[in-house]
């Protein structure tokens, strides 16, 4: 077994080799995956349960198609939950009811029952991610999807092997019981007891030097790290001892390339890195690779720290017991957890290709500007019950002091056969309902209690929206990861304290601003994203930190039909779930 978890770098490497030799496709190829979702008992951290997966992998198949594909992923539910899967950052162009998220684009599948997810893969090409989008489910139900390109890549390095570098995390305990417990008494999550790497602990861990992932390397070759953060609850810092990163694409998106020493990586972001194995190892033949946290809030959280190791082949080895203790490892190139000047530097630094071939086609102009504070709240305890939040009260989050809260029936199916039902409402409201200051109020004497519902913005097809993103300084000041589903869209601008309408859209970048499907939106600032709403359906927006989205840290935007058929909405396919 110790062989086997060790060398998975090297099986995963080999995939994507493979993967890539395929030739390359017409528009008509279509991918079939199956995809069966159960449990299997896993052993982790001295901890043996039952843990649910997809074909039984931990972490679970990687998609491969290419750039045109059409695919088809049949999914079988064989437990007795409901569940849902969603392709994080594919957009679903027309194809809305292959998106995912329970309630929103679809009912969930129910035990026993299967759903056929079909789309297109049109314009997008490079790393994306797919996940359970169900309860917690995706604390273990989520891979790789990679999206390879029709022609060469716009980088000449050529590449030995692609990598797959998938960060999780692990809990010993249920996530999902860990949820249904947060929600019924109004308190916090319990955090995970480890980070994981390709679902590896690593040896920092108890019980875990044999899952331990190491990727086998050749000096002089240069390798493509295909790096994709899948955990539940925290952005991370990802470094590799004395080794260098250039970043070449985010989102699935072609940047201006850059070094960097090592990356932020917020929950659902994925960023592609190219790295030359090009130093001397010492008597080991490794050099560490480690992720741990960027910590911007003062909640409980898991502050340790996944490693794995690079081997360098053939490289002179000590033989026999490693005498290297894992607690006392250099961790280098790793900035510190609460090293907000990294994690703003590095996010600085990226910026879309703007290449002829590839480019970048921000929004000029806008039609609407939607501003929208960002929460976490305190409600007050009702009547006869005990809450278990801070001062006796319960924990929630909001957008525009609105907790969103997801219907019995899908919303995308009530829109679309037009049922006269109270699902949802249209009257998201595009501004805070009271100016405060937002990011330097105290944390704990504002008045935090919010307002529950289902409130969306409706959009004619073809809207050019900004929305800012705007944090604010309820329970803590905190980094929060915002995606939105069907769309791309451009970061033109950030920064800390309180957005100024007047000021701070003078200063944005409408050159070569990053394209992405999440946004980090700043501890304690803001963040202003340009999208063109052309893909009709409806499209859900929230923190991809899990715990926030259960509270209501969301909400969603209808993409009304254009003209004709291809702008328009696709009928729901004969097999979609019913409520």
């Known amino acids: 077994m110790e062989a086997v978890r060790k060398h998975y770098g090297i099986l995963l490497a080999s995939l994507a080799i493979i993967a890539a030799a395929l030739p390359c496709c017409s528009s008509e190829t279509t991918r079939r995956f199956q995809f069966n979702v159960e449990w299997k008992k896993v052993t982790r951290l001295c901890t043996t349960k039952q843990l649910l997966m997809v074909n039984g992998q931990y972490p679970g198949p990687t998609i491969a198609v290419h750039e045109g594909d059409n695919v088809e992923i049949k999914v079988k539910n064989r437990i007795a939950q409901n569940t849902t899967l969603h392709w994080h950052g594919v957009r679903q162009l027309r194809t809305g009811w292959a998106d995912g998220p329970a309630y929103i684009t679809q009912c969930p599948i129910r035990g026993g029952q299967s759903y056929t997810y079909k789309f297109t893969v049109t314009g997008q090409r490079g790393t994306l991610l797919w996940h359970a989008h169900y309860a917690w489910q995706r604390a273990s139900v989520y891979g790789a999807l990679i999206i390879y390109p029709r022609i060469p890549y716009p980088f000449s390095h050529p590449i030995q092997a692609e990598i797959p570098i998938i960060f999780g995390e692990w809990w010993n305990g249920d996530p999902d019981e860990i949820e249904k417990t ?38 002089g070759k240069t390798y493509l790290l295909r790096i994709i953060n899948a955990a539940l609850t925290n952005e991370l810092f990802f470094a590799i001892a004395k080794h260098t990163l250039t970043v070449v694409e985010v989102d699935a998106v072609y940047t201006k390339p850059f070094a960097t020493t090592s990356i932020m990586i917020a929950p659902g972001q994925t960023t592609t890195v190219l790295m030359t194995a090009n130093q001397v190892p010492d008597f080991t033949g490794m050099f560490v690779m480690a992720a741990r946290p960027y910590l911007t809030s003062v909640f409980p959280f898991n502050n340790s720290t996944t490693i794995g190791f690079l081997r360098y082949k053939n490289a002179r080895t000590w033989k ?9 490892l250099r961790l280098h190139n790793l900035p510190a957890m609460e090293d907000t000047a990294f994690a703003t530097k590095f996010s600085d630094k990226i910026k879309s290709l703007a290449s002829p071939q590839y480019p970048c086609n921000v929004p000029k102009t806008i039609d609407k500007r939607v501003i929208t504070t960002i929460s976490l709240n305190l409600q007050d305890c009702p009547e006869n019950k005990t809450c278990l939040g801070l001062k006796g009260k319960s924990f929630f989050a909001s957008m525009n002091n609105q907790s969103f809260v997801r219907p019995s029936i899908s919303i995308l199916e009530s829109y679309y056969k037009n049922l006269t039902t109270s699902s949802f409402s249209s009257d998201f409201p595009q501004k805070p309902p009271n100016n405060f200051d937002y990011t330097g109020g ?4 504002q008045n935090m209690n919010t307002k529950f519902g289902t409130k969306l913005l409706v959009l004619p097809y073809g809207t050019n ?22 769309h791309n869209f451009f970061i033109v601008g950030s920064g800390f304290g309180n957005f100024n309408e007047a000021r701070d859209p003078k200063r944005y970048n409408l050159v070569d601003p990053p394209e992405r499907n999440t946004v980090a939106v700043p501890s304690g600032g803001w963040a202003a994203i340009r999208i063109k709403a052309d893909n009709p359906g409806v499209w859900f927006v929230h923190c991809h930190l899990e715990q926030h989205t259960s509270w209501g840290l969301a909400t969603g935007f209808i993409v009304q039909n254009g003209q004709g058929p291809s702008q328009s909405l696709l009928p729901p396919p004969h097999d979609l779930p019913s409520c």
Request: proline share 11%.
């Open 442 to 445: 105290h944390p704990l004497t």
């Open 465 to 486: 929206i900004e929305i800012v993103l705007q944090d604010t300084s309820f329970l803590n000041l905190e980094n929060h990861p915002i995606h939105v589903h069907g």
């Open 182 to 219: 947060m929600l019924l008494t109004g308190g916090g999550p319990d955090s995970s007891n480890a980070y994981t790497i390709n679902g590896l602990p690593g040896p920092l861990y108890p019980c875990s030097n044999q899952d331990t992932f190491i990727q086998t390397v050749e000096y």
């Open 320 to 328: 026999g017991k490693s005498p290297v203790d894992p607690s006392s």
